[in-house]
DNA sequence: GACCGCGGCCACCTTACCTCA
DNA sequence: GCTGAGGTAAGGTGGCCGCGG
């Protein structure tokens, strides 16, 4: 699938996360296809519901290197449908260690006992998150006799530290989408404004001289498009044009581009959503 | 080659526990 | 000491993918 970034890599706390907008992907050590590594945000995790996709950084070349792929999957892995094993031998007292909070002989197995990592467990894994976020199981179970962890606490902690990681993301993603919204409206109401100013300009009697009819709108800000990154600016799928705010004020101020049937002719390519209200 | 079952991994949601104000 | 909020380890579930029969 060699999936791209679709670019806006943000740094959080020197977590390089690649925020891929609409198709985004990225390489996991373990996925050849990077499977599941590229999802969908349920509406309930972004108000403004701009379906993004979050995309970790692309490891596919630490994937080949480490063995990632099939080779992954050859090694003994020690998550879900083995955790089951791995749980029924911990029953058996089995315990590789569960000593991170000191505490390791006070489970009688019916209570869930909550276990601290101790700050330095926390700042490896951490280390390691920046690496990869991902992890094979070699380095699981390297990772985890080094932490002196269960390969299922390791895995467990990778995954929670990818999901703290995503809503993270989201807040952030969720933030500038709503300043996004609120240029855009400070824009269409400036626009409006302009508009009404230029019908009113034009059923006005002739100006006396051409300096008088020098009503430059000049002195607004740049519209909203020029000020937006160039990934912003799209290009629509179904008409190939450049999409964005640029394209539907273009639009706005052509009239003829609407035709008798089309009510409204907007090239607005929305990059979350892939939709094109073309 | 298509199909199916299985194992593995992941995201996501939830629960339970811990810490702190 | 009690309490509520926030953080986080861990449990559970479902989906996807690769592999072998």
Redesign the pocket.
């Known amino acids: 699938m060699a999936q791209e970034d679709g670019g806006g890599h943000l740094s959080d706390a020197g977590l390089e996360l690649g925020l891929s907008l609409g198709g985004g992907g990225g390489g ?1 050590p ?4 990077h ?3 590229s ?4 509406p ?2 972004c108000p403004l519901e701009p379906s993004l996709t979050l995309s ?1 950084p692309d490891d596919a070349a630490t994937a080949a290197a480490s063995g990632g792929g ?1 080779a ?2 050859s ?8 955790v089951k094993r791995e ?1 029924a031998e911990e029953a058996d007292g089995e315990r590789v260690s ?1 000593t991170a909070a000191g505490r390791d002989d006070d489970d009688d197995g019916s ?7 101790t700050k330095e467990q ?1 700042a490896l894994l951490e280390d390691r998150f920046r690496e990869h976020s ?2 094979n ?1 070699k380095q699981k179970v390297a990772l985890a006799k080094q932490l002196n962890l269960r390969p ?2 390791v ?3 990778f ?2 530290r ?3 990681t ?1 809503l993270k993301q989201t807040e952030v993603d969720c933030e500038f989408l709503k300043r996004c919204c609120e240029t855009l409206t400070e824009e269409n109401r400036r626009l409006q404004r302009e508009l009404q100013e230029l019908r009113a300009l034009k059923f006005a009697p002739p100006p006396p001289s051409p300096s008088s009819a020098a009503h430059q709108p000049s002195a607004a800000p740049p519209p909203f498009y020029m000020q937006l990154p160039a990934a912003t600016l799209t290009i629509c799928p179904s008409c190939e044009r450049v999409g964005g705010p640029a394209s539907a004020a273009k639009v706005a101020a052509d009239g003829t581009k609407a035709g008798p049937g089309r009510t409204s002719t907007h090239h607005f390519f929305n990059p979350f959503t892939h939709s094109a209200a073309c």
């Open positions: 996991t373990n996925a050849p296809a499977r599941g590594s999802r969908r945000l349920s309930s995790q970790m099939g992954a999957h090694v003994s892995s020690l998550s879900v449908g083995a749980r569960s209570t869930r006992k909550k276990l601290r990592l926390s991902t992890l199981p299922r606490q895995e467990v902690w995954q929670n990818r999901a703290r995503k």
